[in-house]
C-alpha cells in the first residue's frame, strides 16, 4: 500500500523560499501510471492545486503560482519535492503531497497527512 | 473566489437525501470529468466520486455523482451522523491547471 509523508521546516521567514519533500513508501515514484502533485489548504479554507510532475519530468503549475513554484523529483530517494520562492503571510497553509493517477487529471489518492507550514519573521 | 462555485453549508437530519452542488464553465466541467472528494475534520482528503459518476472500491454507494452541461451534483442518500465532513468538486481547466470548489461543510443535524 502506497503512502507518502511531507517533511519540512514548519517555519519560514517572509521572502525566504518553502521547501518541502515527500518521501513515497510501498510503490515506486518512477511508474509512468502517476504523477506527483502538492496541494495546500489555507487554515480554514479550501483547497488549492500548487502543480504535478510526471516521471518524464514534464510539470504542471497553478497559474497564480507558477513563477514562484518549482517541483521536482528524485528518484534515487523515491521522493519529489516543493521549493516555493518569495514567500508571504499568504502562503502559510497546509501542504500536502499526493499521487495522481495519469489517466484521470484529477484523481489524486493517497494524500500525505499534510504539514503545517507558517511564514512568519 | 474559487472558479467552481459550491455552496458553502449545507445540512440534513439521519435518514435524509442531501445534494450539494458545484457549478463550472465550458472550460472546466463543461469538457472535463469532476472529481468529488470527501474531507473528515483533521485528515486528509479521499475521492469519493470520479469521471463524475464512478465509486472508487470501499465507498458507500449511499454517495453518487452527476453531472449536466457545466454543474456537478453529489448526492448523499440515508444521511449518517459519520458523513459530516467538508465536501470539494474538483476538474480539470483548460488553462492547464486542476481547480478545486470552494468546499462545502456538511452538517448533520
Known amino acids: 500500500q502506497v503512502q507518502l509523508r511531507e517533511s519540512g521546516p514548519g517555519l519560514v521567514k517572509p521572502s525566504q523560499t518553502l521547501s518541502l519533500t515527500c518521501t513515497v513508501s510501498?510503490?515506486?515514484?518512477?511508474?509512468?501510471?502517476?504523477?506527483w502533485s502538492w496541494i495546500r489548504q489555507h487554515p480554514g479554507k479550501g483547497l488549492e492545486w500548487i502543480g504535478y510532475?510526471?516521471?518524464?519530468?514534464?510539470?504542471y503549475y497553478n497559474p497564480s503560482l507558477k513563477s514562484r513554484v518549482t517541483i521536482s523529483l528524485d528518484t534515487s530517494k523515491n521522493q519529489f519535492s516543493l521549493k516555493l520562492s518569495s514567500v508571504s503571510a499568504a502562503d502559510t497553509a497546509v501542504y500536502f503531497c499526493?499521487?495522481?493517477?495519469?489517466?484521470?487529471?484529477?484523481?489524486?489518492?493517497?494524500w500525505g497527512q499534510g504539514t503545517l507550514v507558517t511564514v512568519s519573521s | 473566489q474559487s472558479v467552481l462555485t459550491q455552496p458553502p453549508s449545507a445540512s440534513g437530519t439521519p435518514g435524509q437525501r442531501v445534494t450539494i452542488s458545484c457549478s463550472g464553465s465550458s472550460s472546466n466541467i463543461g469538457s472535463s470529468y469532476v472529481y468529488w472528494y470527501q474531507q473528515l475534520p483533521g485528515t486528509a482528503p479521499k475521492v469519493l466520486i470520479y469521471?463524475?459518476?464512478q465509486r472508487p472500491s470501499g465507498v458507500p454507494d449511499r454517495f453518487s455523482g452527476s453531472k449536466s452541461g457545466t454543474s456537478a451534483s453529489l448526492a448523499i442518500s440515508g444521511l449518517r451522523s459519520e458523513d459530516e465532513a467538508d465536501y470539494y468538486c474538483?476538474?480539470?481547466?483548460?488553462?492547464?491547471?486542476?481547480?478545486f470548489g470552494g468546499g462545502t461543510k456538511l452538517t448533520v443535524l
Open positions: 469521471r463524475d459518476n
Open positions: 510532475i510526471y516521471y518524464s519530468g514534464s510539470t
Open positions: 474538483a476538474a480539470w481547466d483548460d488553462s492547464l491547471s486542476v481547480l
Open positions: 499526493a499521487r495522481g493517477i495519469t489517466s484521470s487529471s484529477t484523481y489524486f489518492d493517497p
Open positions: 510501498g510503490g515506486s515514484i518512477r511508474s509512468g501510471a502517476y504523477y
